[in-house]
Structures are given as C-alpha cells and as structure tokens.
C-alpha cells in the first residue's frame, strides 16, 4: 500500500507527477503510435510525436482516459486519491478547487475506465457460487422488494472465495436470469439461491441447485445460504445513499464502480485506478 509520504512525494510537482502517470503509459519509455503500433516516430517541435508510418499526430496522452478531462497529472492523482476515500464530487471540488461539473466528469469519466476494465465477461464463474437479485432506487413508497415500482433490478452472481459480477437488468423474468447464469457459470456448478420460482429451471441448465427458505427466517443452513450477496446488496446501497439519486443511465456506472470496491475491498487501488486511468479508451480519436 502507498503511505502518505510516498504519495506526498508524487504530488509535489507537476512533473514528478507526469512521469508518474507516464510509467503507466509507456512500458520502459517506449512510444508507440496508438494508431497502428508503429515505433518509428519523429518528434515535433510542440513536443508532439508523429508516426512515421501514417501520420497519427500524439502526445504522451492522446486517446487514454486521463485525457478526456482537462486536469494536470497532480490534479489527476489528487483526484484519484479522493475517490478512492469515497468523497462525492462536490467534495472533490471544493479540494481541487475545480469547479463541480469539472470533478464530477472527472469522476464519471474514472468509472467509464473502471467499467471498461471490469472482469472479462467471458471468463466463467464456478465451483459454489450464489445467486441473486435486488432493487435500487426508486423514490416511491408502497410496494417493496419484487416488482417495486420505480426501481432498478440488478441480478448477482457471487463466486465463493472469488468475485461478484452484477449487472442491471430489464426484468426478472425466468429468461433473462437463467440466460445470464447459463452465460456467466460454468455448468455443473452448485448454484444456491432463495426460493423464487424464477430459479427453479436451473436444475434442467446443468446446475446443482440449492435454495434457501427466506419465508421459514432460514437465512442459512450449513453451507446453503446467499449471505456473501447479501453482503454485497448491504455494501452497494450503503455507498449509494450518498448520491442522493442517481440516473438510470449513469447507474450502470456506479454498479460496477460498486463491484469493483468489493472485489478490491482488501487490495490497495490507487495504483489499480491509475492504471486504469491511464490506457487507451476502446476508441483513438482520429487527430489530436
């Protein structure tokens, strides 16, 4: 973990700063064009690179995360370190004298890194796994639990000893669930759940299936429980109460900035964040 003198150390110029971030670009100082991967580059007289292959006009920055906000390398890592404290973006804002919608872009903009670098979808969850859905948001009283109105549905799936994988959904239909399961888990998994009836196809997919009794205030017996999910659900509203709301477009974004906390809960993830912060976006632009 980085101690407070080593962090103090990065940010007490701007340079030391940028060469931070840069180690985090360029593997030993090796420039590449984004473009097309070429090394043969010549340098500009604005201390811009042009790729001598074709053309690609860069700088140190062009077409990573860290260049979409218009923040200097100490501003970034002070940032980052705020965020990953958990203060909201109108805290951030007052610390780094920026203005609040120049934070909270920022912000989101370390979420978009964050989703973008999320588990690989492709990669299968296995051996004991729970899972589980829950609501968020939603200001209206009346109904709660299934079928609330005005909430989000967000479907989860826990690998015991291993990772949580969440994601919103549409609905909670029986097709959309088991479609999600089939396509996350490993066949031949022991897969435990509560007892709604949605679950009950599991069995025919390929799954042990073992269900917990909510209704008989039997939250565990033995090892059939769904307790390390509802750890998670207790985590994740916990941290959004906070944003007093959030919209259900940028949802998704919190969730797996949520996910990604729990699964690093017990790892140091400021240096994860620059990392993050610091690669390509899925897309180069064409010209800086």
């Known amino acids: 973990a980085m101690d407070l003198k080593a962090y103090e150390h990065l940010i007490r110029t701007e340079s030391a700063a940028r060469k931070f971030m840069l180690g985090f670009c360029w593997k030993n100082q090796q420039r590449f064009c984004p473009k097309c991967r070429q090394r043969k580059l010549y340098r500009l007289t604005d201390g811009r690179r042009r790729c001598s292959r074709c053309g690609y006009t860069f700088h140190d920055f062009s077409g990573r995360w860290i260049n979409l906000v ?16 958990e203060l909201s973006s109108r805290k951030i804002a007052q ?48 109904k709660r639990g299934r079928g609330a109105s005005g909430k989000v549905p967000v479907f989860g799936i826990l690998e015991r000893d291993g990772l949580v994988h969440v994601e919103a ?100 993830i400021f240096n994860v964040l620059c990392q993050y912060i610091c690669d390509f976006t899925p897309l180069v632009p064409d010209r800086e």
């Open 70 to 85: 218009d923040l200097d390398c100490g501003q970034w890592l002070r940032l980052i370190k705020l965020f990953e404290l």
């Open 95 to 142: 610390q780094l004298s920026v203005s609040y919608k120049v934070a909270h872009r920022a912000v989101m903009v370390l979420r978009g890194a964050i989703m973008a670098h999320a588990p690989d979808a492709q990669k299968l969850l296995g051996g004991e796994v729970e899972i589980d859905e829950s609501y968020f948001g939603g200001k209206r009283k009346g």
């Open 169 to 268: 959904v549409p609905n909670v239909r029986a097709e959309t669930l088991l479609g999600m399961t089939i396509k996350k888990v490993r066949r031949g998994s022991i897969v435990y759940t509560d007892k709604f009836k949605v679950y009950d196809s599991l069995m025919f997919c390929g799954y042990r299936h073992l269900k917990v009794d909510h209704g008989k205030r039997v939250y565990a017996s033995g090892k059939v429980y769904i307790n390390g999910l509802e750890g998670f659900w207790s985590f994740a509203k916990e941290r959004l109460i906070k944003h007093h709301g959030v919209s259900r477009t940028w949802f998704p974004y919190y969730l797996k900035e949520l996910e990604f906390r729990y699964n690093n809960r017990r790892n140091e």
